[in-house]
């Protein structure tokens, strides 16, 4: 009797554990975040709406006095006709790059209360995704057909670039955007200011092949475009004659102990080991190595732009300082103060409250756009079309940032590099600090070399450190 | 082929991991024969304690002591009061209701953690316990004291889990309400204090493995929410019933993980360990059904 009745539960309950077991693996698997698909830093979620539109009213105090060089007019809220401009950004558990757009937002905000673009507020539309390309689709005809929105800004999202760019293209819309997908970069329509995870994983290979490593180990994220990125890091090792194993993870990593281990058994004492992954994802690797003592066991650990974030460099502690290099693609906010970067974090204090990572690369690039698109649409006499605004976009050449080693310029090209110089910036007791100042990335990469030969090299930015 | 020296440091960090697995592993078993739940929210509660004490490490400056207890009590009172409020609720239902009712707790915190804890802008978070710094080495292999916590906790907890069901009252009336809940009711075992001892022992084990889990793994929402995968799957292969074998489920599917690692062929499948082994132990248990052997 007993164990009939342990026997007839037992029956209803294993098709029920393992029916759990597949349906946790799916939400594992879906929530999982992305490095390879990572601009910047991060993944997480912030909470923005799914679409606002807003002309900005400033939200924080208004005694910042620095805040009123974004407009040409200080303290005149601008009350002209509202310039729509939209952007697409996903969010969802796990991965999130609204700070990117909110950064924007905050920059327009700023505009508009300081005189806005000749006389007119920019009305700007933020449409989150959650990596579905229906959805993604549909928000690209949202912002077109409903908000008529004449321009694309601060766009970061895993698959916005694959899915949308033959629209954008066929309605002459020039994207500036925060590029993920290949397709952010070897298109005639989409200019990015970050280098994104290939050119910024080139950077980190480069930086340890300058040190003479014997072997590289780069080892990223098992997302798709894991051949694509990898391609770049393969092609300058091989030019350099030095060995590379190329390596993928599942995410979220389930034994970081294990994966630690792998990476420096292939490396050897003379190689290297160079992550691409999400700052969580990269740190909970690091520690495994450090608390295996392994940090030591490589001549050096190299890691793309997601890790040059402070939050790892104080979790890490000293022991990596100068034993980790991280690829940098835009200025080092800590170390640096031109007006630019003033500007940026006194926008940030005063008007991004939303922005929930602070300052980091996030809000860099969401300034940075946001401050091409305004010096742009400031160059536009007559009406703001669709028409007049992408043309001002594409006219943008040799535009100096003072986020970036070189000048930015848009232009009609069949792709966009337009940051492909970096720096390297290493942990120095829970900052990161330079270690190498702006280089550029090797023509030996295929598309790196393609770009500069249809663009030609842009001149360093005079800001640069 | 990795050479055997180079197998040594993945048998350890298996070990290790299959230690937490065992105890997470034995948490559920025990929790499922007194109530007949299979707790899915285990690794969510886990992953609120661990967020909780790195709050309060980080934002509080709390010492780490603290921080851990915080962490175990959290995970605690989070299940005893699940348990006592949807627990007497839910005693007659379907255990598919009673399983998708802590799949409902889980997506609340889960939800909870994306929103307290958020990692946008490049946010990362760790706990590190003292135990990382110091340890041994074995030949070439280094061992921190953390792996050793992770294995012997899971020893511990599944033999003293163990003796305790066999040996005590209170296990007697859990083993006894495994069977049949109604009867032993009738018989006089105070149902509703046996149940509440089952949902706080799970909870504080809940709390155990995800302070462990966020040091050998990571300090992430997601991350440890579904861990739990590996310690069901174990449970699973025990059938729900053996603490013995859970425990030993789960050391293998620790061992078998990590030492996937190096092999190039196979590395990036083997976070279907857990369900591949689940599956092999199905088809095993339905075969021998079928030959009538039970």
Redesign the interface.
């Known amino acids: 009797m ?2 009939n ?3 007839a ?2 029956r ?3 098709p ?3 029916a ?6 799916c ?2 698997s879906s ?3 992305s490095s390879g698909g990572t601009p ?8 923005a709406s799914g679409s606002s539109g807003s002309t900005g009213a400033p939200s924080g105090s208004t005694s910042a006095v620095s805040t009123s060089q974004c407009g040409t007019k200080p303290g005149v809220q601008a009350s002209g006709t509202p310039i729509a401009l939209g952007g697409i950004v996903t969010n969802q ?2 991965t ?4 990117i757009a909110n950064m924007a937002q905050a920059y327009f905000n700023c505009v508009n209360a300081n005189g806005g673009i000749n006389g007119h507020p920019v009305k700007y539309y933020i449409e989150t995704e959650q990596t579905n390309p229906a959805q993604i689709a549909a928000d690209a005809r949202q912002l077109v057909q409903s908000d008529h929105v004449v321009g694309i800004v601060g766009n970061t999202s895993i698959l916005e670039c694959t899915i949308d760019h033959s629209y954008w293209e066929k309605l002459g819309i020039a994207i500036i955007t925060s590029g993920i997908a290949p397709e952010c970069y070897s298109t005639p329509d989409a200019a990015a200011v970050n280098m994104g995870p290939r050119y910024s994983s080139d950077g980190a290979v480069q930086y340890a092949l300058s040190q003479h490593v014997g072997k590289v180990v780069f080892d990223q994220s ?1 997302v798709p475009g894991t051949g694509y990125i990898g391609a770049g890091p393969a092609a300058l090792a091989n030019a350099a004659h030095t060995p590379i194993v190329q ?4 995410v ?8 630690a ?2 990476e420096v ?1 292939d490396a050897g004492p003379d190689g290297a080991v160079v992550l691409n992954f ?7 690797i690091l ?1 495994a190595a ?5 940090e030591d066991r490589v001549k050096l650990w190299g890691c793309s732009t ?1 890790c ?2 402070d ?2 460099a104080q ?1 890490l502690g000293p022991k990596w300082n100068s034993k980790l290099f991280v690829n940098a693609e835009l200025t080092p906010p800590d170390s640096t103060s031109t007006s630019a970067m003033n500007l940026y974090k006194a926008i940030l204090a005063q008007y991004g409250k939303s ?4 300052v ?4 860099q690039m969401g300034f940075t756009e946001a401050e091409i698109a305004v010096h742009a649409l400031e160059s536009v006499t007559g009406a703001y079309t669709t028409a007049t605004v992408n043309a001002a976009f594409k006219a943008v050449k040799e535009f100096n940032t003072g986020m970036l080693c070189q000048l930015w310029t848009y232009g009609s090209y069949p792709l966009h590099i337009p940051n492909n110089e970096d720096y390297t910036v290493t942990p120095d007791n829970g900052k990161m600090t330079q270690a190498q100042g702006c280089t550029p990335i090797s023509s030996v990469d295929p598309q790196i070399a393609a770009y500069r030969a249809a663009a030609g090299t842009a001149p360093t930015a005079p800001t640069a450190p | 082929m990795p050479t055997w020296s180079d197998l040594q440091p993945f048998i350890v960090s298996g070990l290790a991991l299959g230690g937490v697995y065992a105890l997470s592993g034995v948490g559920l078993v025990v929790l499922y024969r007194a109530t007949g739940v299979v707790y899915l929210a285990f690794g969510a509660v886990g992953a609120f304690g661990a967020l909780i004490g790195w709050s309060l490490i980080h934002d509080a400056g709390a010492p780490g002591w603290l921080a851990w207890l915080v962490c175990i009590a959290t995970a605690t009172v989070l299940t005893l009061a699940y348990g006592m409020i949807f627990g007497p609720a839910l005693a007659k239902r379907d255990p598919l209701v009673k399983a998708v009712a802590t799949l409902g707790l889980t997506l609340i915190l889960f939800g909870a953690m994306d929103l307290l804890w958020t990692t946008g802008g490049g946010q990362s978070r760790s706990i590190a316990l003292p135990t990382d710094n110091g340890g041994f080495t074995v030949g070439q292999v280094q061992v921190n004291w953390t792996q050793v916590i992770g294995l012997g906790a899971g020893v511990v907890i599944a033999t003293g889990t163990a003796v305790f069901l066999r040996y005590t009252k209170l296990g007697t009336a859990m083993r006894a309400m495994a069977n049949d809940r109604e009867i032993t009711a009738m018989l006089g075992v105070p149902v509703r204090r046996v149940e509440a001892a089952a949902w706080l022992g799970c909870g504080v084990l809940a709390g155990i493995a995800g302070l462990l889990l966020a040091d050998l793994v990571a300090l992430d929402a997601t991350t440890l929410t579904f861990l739990v995968i590996s310690s069901l799957a174990a449970a699973l292969i025990a059938r729900l019933r053996s603490i013995a074998l859970t425990f030993a489920a789960a050391i293998v599917v620790g061992l078998v993980h990590d030492l996937l690692t190096p092999v190039q062929a196979l590395t990036n499948y083997r976070d279907m360990t857990p369900f591949v082994l689940a599956a092999v132990a199905l088809l095993v248990i339905s075969r021998h059904r079928v030959m009538g052997v039970d």
Do not use: W
Not at chain 1, 278 to 284: C, D, F, G, Q
Not at chain 1, 290 to 294: I, N, P, R, V
Not at chain 1, 355 to 358: E, F, I, Q, R
């Open positions: 007993k164990m009745t342990h026997a539960r037992m209803r309950t294993i029920l554990v393992a759990a077991l597949l349906l946790a693996a939400s594992s929530n999982s975040t910047s830093a991060g993944s997480g979620s912030s909470g558990p796990g999130s790059f609204t700070d098992n390596l993928t993870e599942n979220p990593i389930s034994n970081a102990d294990s994966v281990i792998k058994q999400t700052p969580p994802e990269a740190l909970i520690q450090q608390k295996l003592g392994l997601p040059n974030t939050f790892l979790a922005v929930s990572g602070g980091g690369s996030f809000s």
